[in-house]
Every structure is written in C-alpha cells, then in structure tokens.
C-alpha cells in the first residue's frame, strides 16, 4: 500500500526544546517538502528537497532544518530558534520537482506541533 | 499582490447545489493547475490536475482554465454533505520549481 507517512501526529515542545517530525514515502518519489499550515495563510513551504543529499530553503526556512539522507525520508527538526511552531506540518512529495513538469504532490495526513 | 488569490470563505450552500470555486492568477508563466481538497486536520489530496487552458471533467467535478483571464475554477455538481471541506488551488509553470497554493476557500454543504 504505496503512500506517505507522516509520524507522530500530535507533538508536544517544550520551551528550547527541540523536536523532529518523521516523513517517509513509499513512492519512489525523487522530489519531497515541507510545508507548514497555519489558519487563514494557506501552504508556506518550508524545505525542499529535489535528489537525496541536497535540498533547498523555501519561504519559511528560518527555525527549521532537514535532512535527505535516503530517498524514502525527509525528516524536519523544529529548532529552538523557531519562536511560533505551533502550526499543522504537512510532508509532500512528487516524482520530481513540481515546477516546469507535469509532476502533482501528494500529501501526507500531517503532524499538529503544539507547545507546552 | 500575492501571486496566487483565493477567496477564503466560508461558502455555504444546500445539498444537491452547484459550487463554483476560482482563483486568479498573476504569473503569465503557470501552466500546470490542481486542486486540492482538504478535509479537516487531514493532509490535503489531489482532486483535479488541468495542462495550460481548457476544461477537465471528472465525475461531479469540472475543472477549467481560462489562461487568457488568468483564472481558474472548481465547479461540483449535486454537491454532498461530503463535500464539506477546504479547497486549495495550486499551480506552476516553467519558472519555478514549487507549487504555488492559494490559501484555500472553506466550503459547507448542508443537508
């Protein structure tokens, strides 16, 4: 059952804490990302990542750092440095990159970050 | 001006209405267009995937796109209670190597 898995889906961080959130895909998709929803602003992107060992900031980098170290996974730590995390963190990924192609996204179902 | 706008509702309607969803557009250079549907606390899916202008039919659901206006729609027919949920947009073109997302239209479907 090919998908992507998005763990855990509640979070709780603790103040200077900080948290990774786990996102694995099963569809031999080359391109994943990050995108952070909050109320009323729609999908800001967060990282991307277009092959394994590289990716590339999106509008909201500052905080936030990942990793690409295998092409099924795309985990993103929420860092200390990021002073508003409370948010729903949702994990794409296509087959390649999204842009100049005919390549959709797809999601996965989600991790809530809440702070304590 | 954001590049994508989308009105963010929320849009209420009784069953068995006809919805039309839109958004407008300012880069000329989009041409890949989506939508996405999002239940609440899910992870949004893909619905409709439409190449440059022209209309796409799937089931209840017609996507169309007016490249010329810069304007794309969503329209459901013999809407459902199921269909309760928000809507996103999202599109690229040849210049970028993201998916531009509107902010979403909440959508209500009585009974």
């Known amino acids: 059952d090919g998908g992507i898995t998005q763990s855990p889906k509640y979070l709780f961080r603790k103040e200077g804490q900080n948290v990774t959130l786990s996102c694995e895909q099963n569809?031999?998709?080359?391109?994943m990302y990050w995108y952070r929803q909050d109320p009323g602003q729609g999908l800001r992107l967060i990282y991307y990542?277009?092959?394994?060992?590289?990716?590339q900031k999106g509008d909201i980098a500052e905080g936030y750092s990942v990793s690409r170290e295998k092409k099924e996974s795309f985990p993103l730590t929420v860092t200390s440095a990021q002073k508003n995390p409370t948010a729903f963190y949702l994990c794409?990924?296509?087959?390649?990159?999204?842009?100049?192609?005919?390549?959709?996204?797809?999601f996965g179902p989600g991790t809530r970050l809440l702070v304590l | 001006q954001k590049e994508v706008e989308q009105d963010p509702g929320p849009l209420s309607v009784p069953e068995g209405a006809i919805v039309s969803l839109n958004c407008t557009y300012s880069n000329s250079a989009f041409q890949y267009f989506m939508w996405y549907r999002q239940y609440s606390r899910k992870g949004p899916e893909l619905l409709m995937y439409t190449y440059s202008s022209g209309n796409k039919e799937d089931g209840r659901f017609t996507a169309q796109v007016d490249k010329s206006s810069k304007y794309i729609s969503l329209f459901i027919r013999d809407s459902q209670p199921s269909d309760s949920a928000t809507y996103l947009c999202a599109m690229s073109g040849w210049d970028t190597d993201k998916l531009i997302f509107g902010t979403g239209t909440r959508l209500q479907v009585f009974p």
């Open positions: 990542s277009q092959i394994v060992n590289d990716f």
């Open positions: 569809l031999n998709h080359d391109a």
């Open positions: 794409a990924s296509s087959m390649e990159s999204s842009g100049g192609s005919q390549e959709t996204q797809y």
